[in-house]
């Protein structure tokens, strides 16, 4: 369960990029982040892995809010899938997946490739399990296609098992075609392990398909929170094209129905 708690980020130049967020994620959701571009959403999910410290308010996972002390070990916890699938495209395949982990093996047994057999055989199980055939296992992975490169991407996420992971665009980059299989696997890989998934998007009809529940933020705030059938296509015009809230029909401005979320006070 991840738990945000009034949680602001302001940058030293002003922008507000987060303004007291709170929510509640509970383990093994499928949430997905919706918003305009600066909306906030990778400075949200930047907050779950440390790589962005706030401002103010705290973020936890399973009760242990994150803090220098904790950082460390609440890592090894949660994994990460980039955009631009963050690989080191001279090294391997086999190389990249096995650099997942990087937070529990030390920095020169992993520089010199000494992993243990039982990391290797993984790093081979979860690449079938994306779909990469062993041939690919010793290719260096900047000659791997860009859908390809994100298999390798969710492979070496799910190293550790992780309970969260945090997808910040993955499939922005791919066609929509591959765009649905990148989410499938995610999905399926998450679901199997009941990791929570929080995943930013720019395609409404994936995140339709793909999510539990959509969060929508516009500003640095949640405007949104509910569940896929419940962002109508009036609350997506009011999300991305700035229609007020209160202008919409009311079925589309009463709150959402599924019992787990609440829509944030300012729509309720
Ligand atoms: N390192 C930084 N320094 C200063 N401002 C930043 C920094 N990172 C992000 N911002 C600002 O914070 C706001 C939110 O940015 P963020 O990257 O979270 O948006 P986003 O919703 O992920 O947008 P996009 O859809 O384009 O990825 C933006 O105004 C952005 O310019
Ligand atoms: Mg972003």
Redesign the pocket.
Same mark, same amino acid.
């Given at each position: 369960m991840i738990h945000f708690s009034s949680l602001c #980020?302001t940058?030293?130049?002003g /922008? #507000?990029?987060?303004s007291d967020i709170s929510l509640t994620i509970p383990r093994g959701q499928f949430c997905v982040?919706l @918003?305009? *571009? @600066?909306? @906030? #959403? *990778? /400075? $949200? $999910?930047?907050s779950v892995n440390g790589l962005?410290r706030p401002s103010s308010g705290t973020v936890a996972i399973d009760g242990i809010p994150l803090s220098p002390a904790t950082e460390r070990s609440l890592r090894k916890r949660v994994a990460m899938i980039h955009?631009h699938f963050n690989l080191t495209g001279r090294m391997s395949v086999a190389a990249n997946v096995l650099a997942g982990m990087l937070p529990v093996v030390p920095t020169l047994p992993a520089l010199l490739g000494w992993y243990s057999a039982q990391h290797r055989s993984k790093a081979c199980a979860l690449l079938d399990q994306v779909g990469l055939a062993p041939l690919h296992l010793h290719r260096r992975a900047q000659e791997l296609s860009g859908g390809q490169q994100q298999r390798v991407g969710i492979a070496r996420a799910f190293m550790l098992d992780p309970e969260v992971v945090l997808a910040?665009?993955p499939v922005a980059s791919l066609d929509p075609k591959i765009a649905r299989d990148i989410l499938s696997l995610i999905r399926n890989a998450a679901g199997q392990r009941r990791a929570t998934v929080l995943c930013?998007l720019?395609q409404i009809d994936l995140a339709r398909e793909f999510a539990d529940r959509i969060i929508g933020?516009r500003d @640095?705030k949640i405007v949104f929170d509910g569940t896929p059938a419940a962002f109508t296509d009036a609350r997506i015009d009011a999300l991305y094209h700035g229609a007020q809230w209160e202008d919409l029909p009311a079925a589309d401005a009463s709150p959402a129905k599924h019992p787990a979320f609440t829509l944030q006070p300012a729509l309720a």
């Open positions: #980020k940058w030293p130049d /922008t #507000k990029a987060l982040i @918003g305009p *571009s @600066g909306a @906030g #959403k *990778s /400075t $949200l $999910l930047r962005m955009q910040d665009e930013s720019h933020m @640095g």
